[in-house]
């Protein structure tokens, strides 16, 4: 039976309800005049600048935040994740992605032992395996080397690795590692993502990397079968020992659907799906893309956000500060939503990642005892990179509701351009939004000020913009690998923080089951429906009438039930 005190409870949350009058009557225009305050709005670590000084915030109420701190225990919940404690609690589950990338000769216990050799036999086993695929000693059932890889998985087992190969496909060092080598990620059940990702590839020459945490997972496993069935209709069926591979933590099933266990690539339950880029889900397919030195490179960055936001005191804490302004706009402020803006090309899965990490983890309506939240937890992430962001939705940014934004920027471009005659590189172009932005939405632009510059009386209203829209902006010094994993780390490590301060359970994902049985109960109707003529039952109207709609009118059911692949 749920019992315990929430965090809107406590004195210090209170004390923030009552602080939220005093912001109000502040203009971010004065507080950006307050030098004082905003150099201690600055953080700087490991080449990382953080400016929080153009959030809705005095230094009041970091001191209030702070306390907010203190009262959810904030350094105690961290510690015994670090500990390996099960802090999930509904999956009684510890929470160690930080064992992922510690280095080699750490100590992370979780039930008495230590974790981190079990990490590096697995990293050492992705070392070799693609180190052997790489040099092609590794061959396919026709000789050829293999050279292009599908990784198929969904969610927390898609979009990390996709965020990261992203990312690193223009970086110098990485493309260079690349060369000759694909790596496409399989997602969606949509047979339309099955054909673009064979798309000109050729069996002989790919590799099929199946991903899942439970080897359960619906849509994966169909694909999985698919590829399966597109390597074995071309090469034969014991060609799949050859061109298939895995990734999960239920080897049983892994051996039981026909990869050898001996290339399947292990981690465990304490590695959430979405928190799991640093196992073999993300190491293996980026380390066969780009080699291992390089995702070691980007567990190196991972590492050192651990141990910044592990010892870091609060005031500089990267993620820790970032995990608090998030609670006060969503909480006190009542700003819902986040936008997530790296100017950046190669960060453009940056934000669809989060989005997993942050809603699927806080998306919460309960404590973590259970207790219906008096108040809305969790945030609405969305982002694109800038400049086309601002070619879109900045508009409603920057007139209509209010967005909290998170300005991404990176100072030297991985891939540089200068033009003869031109006033800046293409990068200073990029950059000079980056710098603009966050000012437009702190300072606004008055009336008066449109008056002086003679705007039409009538254009007034609509050319003025209030401003005090908060933002804050990260400055990376460059974006290689290890630069990529701090930012991963930096993201994870806030969305725990909010949910530790909101006391929810971050690391489960109950929400995410309904839809699924409901699926499968649709999925045997139309089974029955179309295999042996069963009336549509036990549906309401709405869903009766649909599928009855498209049991009429469906035609991509062939009418021998013969196997048929995308035919591109
Ligand atoms: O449906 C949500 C989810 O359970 C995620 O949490 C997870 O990342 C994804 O499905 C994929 O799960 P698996 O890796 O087990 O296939």
Known sequence: MASSTLICDTEPWKNLRAHVEDIKKTHLR?????????????????????????QCATLETMDKLFKLAEAANLKQKIGRMYNGERINSTENRPVLHVALRAPRDSVIQSDGKNVV??????????????????SGSWVGATGKALTDVISV????????????????????EASKFAKGRQLRFLANVDPVDVARNITGLNPETTLVVVVSKTFTTAETMLNART??????????????????????????????FGIDPNNAFAFWDWV????????????????????????????????SIDQHFYSAPFEKNI????????????????????????YSQALEKFAPHIQQVSMESNGKGVSIDGVPLPFEAGEIDFGEPGTNGQHS??????????????????????????????????????MSNFFAQPDALAYGKTPEQLQNENVPQHLIPHKTFSGNRPSLSLLLP????????????IYEHRIAVQGFVWGINSFDQWGVELGKSLASQVRKQLNAAQMKGKPVEGFNYSTTTLLKRYLEASSDIPSDPCTLLPQM
């Open 153 to 172: 998985g969904i969610g927390g087992s898609f979009l990390g690795p996709l965020f990261v190969h992203t990312a690193l496909q223009t970086d110098p």
């Open 30 to 54: 004065d507080l950006m005049s307050d030098t004082k305050r905003c150099q201690s709005m600055m953080v700087e670590f490991d080449g990382l600048l953080l400016d929080y000084s153009r």
């Open 478 to 489: 460059s974006l290689n690998a290890y630069n990529i994993g701090q930012l991963l780390a």
């Open 393 to 430: 939705f900045y508009q409603l940014i920057h007139q209509g509701r209010v967005i909290p934004c998170d300005f991404i920027g990176v100072v030297k471009s991985q891939q540089p351009v200068y033009l003869k005659g031109e006033v800046v590189s293409n990068h200073d172009e990029l």
């Open 272 to 303: 959430g799906g979405r928190y799991s880029v640093c196992s073999a889900v993300g190491v293996l397919p980026l380390s066969l893309q780009y080699g291992f030195s390089v995702v070691e490179k980007f567990l190196k960055g991972a590492s």
């Open 319 to 342: 993620p820790v500060l970032l995990g608090l302004l998030s609670v006060w706009n969503v909480s006190f402020l009542g700003y819902p939503a986040r936008a997530i803006l790296p």
């Open 227 to 256: 590829l399966r069935e597109w390597i074995s209709a071309a090469l034969g069926p014991s060609a799949v020992a050859k061109h298939m591979v895995a990734v999960s933590t239920n080897l049983t099933l892994v051996e039981q």
């Open 117 to 134: 050799p079990d990490v590096w036999k697995v990293l050492d086993k992705i070392r070799v395996f693609s180190e052997t695929v790489r």
